[in-house]
């Protein structure tokens, strides 16, 4: 029997393979022999040593049929032992934690289903559940900007027991100021979570192939990847994180103050303050703790698995039969460059992921910009060595369902998120404007059939 850290570890490196897959050679072949030697030795790690398999292989259909889905539903084909982990999953995301299990010191929600809760589990929310993110910028450049004392992320918690002096949170929001620097903050709104499972398994060869970092066919857009402490981004609306374990890990310790251990040898890591921090660890890829009296990790390591387990297998929201409307809608949005950045396919090993997005991130204008550096963007030559000014490009698809939109939820419609592109999407914001008022609608009825 396979011990823990050998499950773990098979875990990652079948991640990894699985995000060779889509782009190697015929003679890949030997490759998807050992993902299937893989499975079979996860299969092993499922009973009894602690870790509950969460398999990401290829999965026994990577092409499903065409079949009705609904908002909420795993993707289609999943094994029964994935289904399951899906389901227990689902539970853990509503679960309300309280304080007696573990819930904060500092936190924003009590559930992840407290934010991604619109139109269903898994989804967006309304204004009213934005949060702060924060940093003290000592104006040296933006590698040396650092969380505000006594937090233990960028995330500004609303809620929480006073812990220090600095920090009194008496149910109020903390206070972002420092004694010596100016702070720079932003709001978040939530973002849904249909089908962000899939990006996971796209290369970064395929994600790295559509970057033009130095705007090479001077077409004015000059996307670019981000990366953390472990590969190439693809969570988080700046792209800031390579994995969901992170976005899972991060999440429960940053917005609920739910202490977690993460799976050894996994590509996880959450980046937390140094030094002091009264909720956290210093060290990536290290366990978090608090010291709320609980006993760390307030979450085992298999409710951990099943809640990396929803995310990773809901299914993405499915289109609808594009009407005439629709139809002219999408040559438009081709025409208008849209389709630069929302890039309407890209391939996985699971098949190909309609998000329309590059998973890259764009420069949109100073009016969008927020001025905080997440992760350690590519290189390039005519862009900050930050992405203070920079957004990962929103998925499109189910996207009249998860109003407001950009960043911080400001633009209440489709059409006012588009008229705000700035940047690098400016062109294509301004012929958007030029086009008649039925063209325009004919884009706006395209993205409502996504
Ligand atoms: C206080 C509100 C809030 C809570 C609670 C919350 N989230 Fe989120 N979630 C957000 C916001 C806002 C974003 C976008 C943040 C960013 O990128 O800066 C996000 C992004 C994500 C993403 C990335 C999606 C993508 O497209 O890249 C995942 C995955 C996710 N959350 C999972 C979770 C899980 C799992 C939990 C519970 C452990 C959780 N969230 C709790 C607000 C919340
Ligand atoms: C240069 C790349 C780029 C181009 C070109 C571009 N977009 Fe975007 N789009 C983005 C980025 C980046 C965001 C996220 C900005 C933010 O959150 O502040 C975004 C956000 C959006 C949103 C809001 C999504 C949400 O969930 O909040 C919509 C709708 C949208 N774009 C539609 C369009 C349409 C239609 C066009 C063509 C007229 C277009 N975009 C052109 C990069 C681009
Ligand atoms: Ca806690
Ligand atoms: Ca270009
Ligand atoms: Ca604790």
Same mark, same amino acid.
């Given at each position: 029997?396979?011990?823990?850290?050998?499950?773990?570890?098979?875990?990652?490196?079948?991640?990894?393979?699985?995000? $060779?897959?889509?782009?190697?050679?015929?003679?890949?072949?030997?490759?998807?022999?050992?993902?299937?030697?893989?499975?079979?030795?996860?299969? =092993?790690?499922?009973?009894?040593?602690?870790?509950?398999?969460?398999?990401?292989?290829?999965?026994?259909?990577?092409?499903?049929?065409?079949?009705?889905?609904?908002?909420?539903?795993?993707?289609?084909?999943?094994?029964?032992?994935?289904?399951?982990?899906?389901?227990?999953?689902?539970?853990?995301?509503?679960?309300?934690?309280?304080?007696?299990?573990?819930? @904060?010191?500092?936190?924003?929600?009590?559930?992840?289903?407290?934010?991604?809760?619109?139109?269903?589990?898994?989804?967006?929310?309304?204004?009213?559940?934005?949060?702060?993110?924060?940093?003290?910028?000592?104006?040296? %450049?933006? =590698?040396?900007?650092?969380?505000?004392?006594?937090?233990?992320?960028?995330?500004?918690?609303?809620?929480?027991?006073?812990?220090?002096?600095?920090?009194?949170?008496?149910?109020?929001?903390?206070?972002?100021?420092? %004694?010596?620097?100016?702070?720079?903050?932003?709001?978040?709104?939530?973002?849904?979570?249909?089908?962000?499972?899939?990006?996971?398994?796209?290369?970064?060869?395929?994600?790295?192939?559509?970057?033009?970092?130095?705007?090479?066919?001077?077409?004015?857009?000059?996307?670019?990847?981000?990366?953390?402490?472990?590969?190439?981004?693809?969570? @988080?609306?700046?792209?800031?994180?390579?994995?969901? $374990?992170?976005?899972?890990?991060?999440?429960?310790?940053?917005?609920?103050?739910?202490?977690?251990?993460?799976?050894? @040898?996994?590509?996880?890591?959450?980046?937390?303050?140094?030094?002091?921090?009264?909720? %956290?660890?210093?060290?990536?890829?290290?366990?978090?703790?608090?010291?709320?009296?609980?006993?760390?990790?307030?979450?085992?390591?298999? $409710?951990?698995?099943?809640?990396?387990?929803?995310?990773?297998?809901?299914?993405?929201?499915?289109?609808?039969?594009?009407?005439?409307?629709? $139809?002219?809608?999408?040559?438009?949005?081709?025409?208008? %460059?849209?389709?630069?950045?929302?890039?309407?396919?890209?391939?996985?090993?699971?098949?190909?992921?309609?998000?329309?997005?590059?998973?890259?991130?764009?420069?949109?204008?100073?009016?969008? =910009?927020?001025?905080?550096?997440?992760?350690?963007?590519?290189?390039?030559?005519?862009?900050?060595?930050?992405?203070?000014?920079?957004?990962?490009?929103?998925?499109?698809?189910?996207?009249?369902?998860?109003?407001?939109?950009?960043?911080? @939820?400001?633009?209440?419609?489709?059409?006012?998120?588009?008229?705000?592109?700035?940047?690098?999407?400016?062109?294509?914001?301004?012929?958007?404007?030029?086009?008649?008022?039925?063209?325009?609608?004919?884009?706006?009825?395209?993205?409502?059939?996504?």
């Amino acid at each position: 029997m396979p011990t823990d850290r050998v499950c773990a570890s098979l875990l990652d490196v079948r991640l990894r393979l699985a995000r $060779e897959l889509d782009t190697l050679p015929p003679s890949g072949k030997p490759f998807r022999d050992s993902i299937v030697l893989i499975a079979l030795s996860l299969t =092993a790690c499922q009973h009894g040593t602690g870790v509950t398999e969460t398999p990401i292989g290829p999965g026994p259909n990577p092409q499903p049929q065409p079949q009705a889905v609904e908002l909420g539903d795993p993707l289609p084909g999943l094994t029964p032992t994935e289904l399951a982990a899906f389901q227990r999953g689902r539970v853990l995301f509503e679960k309300r934690f309280k304080p007696s299990e573990g819930l @904060g010191p500092l936190y924003n929600a009590s559930s992840c289903s407290s934010c991604h809760s619109q139109p269903t589990i898994g989804g967006s929310s309304e204004l009213y559940r934005n949060f702060y993110v924060a940093v003290v910028d000592p104006g040296i %450049g933006p =590698a040396f900007q650092f969380n505000l004392t006594g937090l233990p992320s960028v995330v500004v918690p609303a809620f929480g027991q006073p812990l220090q002096p600095a920090h009194r949170l008496d149910g109020i929001r903390a206070p972002m100021v420092n %004694g010596f620097y100016p702070v720079i903050s932003s709001q978040r709104n939530s973002i849904p979570i249909f089908g962000v499972g899939l990006f996971e398994f796209i290369s970064n060869a395929t994600i790295q192939a559509n970057a033009d970092p130095n705007d090479s066919d001077s077409d004015g857009i000059s996307g670019r990847f981000n990366t953390d402490a472990v590969g190439v981004g693809r969570f @988080g609306q700046k792209a800031q994180s390579n994995n969901i $374990e992170f976005f899972t890990r991060a999440p429960l310790m940053n917005q609920m103050g739910i202490t977690s251990n993460p799976f050894l @040898g996994a590509a996880g890591t959450v980046s937390l303050a140094p030094g002091v921090a009264p909720q %956290g660890t210093g060290t990536p890829n290290a366990a978090t703790t608090d010291n709320d009296g609980v006993p760390d990790p307030e979450i085992t390591h298999n $409710e951990l698995g099943d809640l990396i387990a929803f995310t990773r297998f809901l299914a993405p929201p499915e289109p609808l039969p594009f009407d005439e409307a629709a $139809e002219r809608g999408e040559v438009l949005f081709d025409r208008l %460059g849209c389709a630069k950045c929302h890039i309407p396919e890209l391939t996985s090993s699971r098949g190909p992921v309609r998000a329309y997005t590059d998973l890259l991130l764009h420069e949109m204008g100073p009016a969008l =910009a927020d001025g905080i550096n997440f992760g350690t963007p590519q290189s390039s030559s005519i862009s900050p060595i930050h992405n203070g000014n920079e957004w990962r490009t929103s998925p499109l698809w189910g996207v009249s369902k998860f109003a407001p939109y950009l960043h911080d @939820g400001r633009a209440a419609t489709l059409d006012e998120a588009i008229r705000m592109h700035g940047g690098e999407a400016s062109a294509s914001a301004e012929d958007y404007m030029a086009l008649t008022p039925t063209e325009r609608e004919d884009v706006l009825a395209f993205l409502r059939h996504l």
